[in-house]
């Protein structure tokens, strides 16, 4: 605690130490060799700000190691970790965005899928991102092909064309060269299942 007062005047505590200042040096002095109270004040605080500004330095720095060791981690991770089946089986699709992450992860991670059921619209675009030779197919598996659409100032369904040419140009080759001979995507869903399903991708129980 520093305690100073200036010729009569009521003295002015500043309770916060600094490694710049010794109490006992200026406790009831006179400071007009030694600066005003507020010059005191503003070095002692400056003192303060700095040695914050240094442990937030530091607290930074330490927030970016453990930043850079857990991502090492998760690298490490997906590289040595077990590779992992995922089996696909009833899912109605969504928004494009989404899917196409979750299926990039699963690529980084190695992991195999298996589709077991239904996989209808943004599901589908599995094809396009994990490899042919880590998808297989079940005598249950069923894929369905549509636009990409959104809502107009009526709430109606209308479709994307610039989304549409995102999908189509995310399939494989084989898939786009069988859904052009079927019209391309439209309104209408497009089933690709049973035989001819299984004369594209390897089959699996």
Partial sequence: MIVCSQHGTPPLIFARRSAAFQPSRFAGADFQNQGTCPDVERAVVQSVSEKNAARHRERRFMRFAAAIVASTFMVMTSVSGRTEVVRISGDSGGEIGPYLKMFQAWRNAGNRVVIDGLCLSACTIILGVIPRTRICVTSRAKLGFHAAWRPDDHGR?????????????????????????????????????????????????
């Fill in 157 to 205: 369904q209308v479709i994307n064309k610039d989304a549409t040419r995102v999908l189509m140009d995310i399939y494989p080759t084989n898939i786009r060269a069988w859904l052009v001979r079927r019209g391309g995507l439209s309104d209408r869903i497009k089933y690709l299942a049973g035989p001819e399903l299984a004369s594209m991708y390897p089959t699996c129980q």
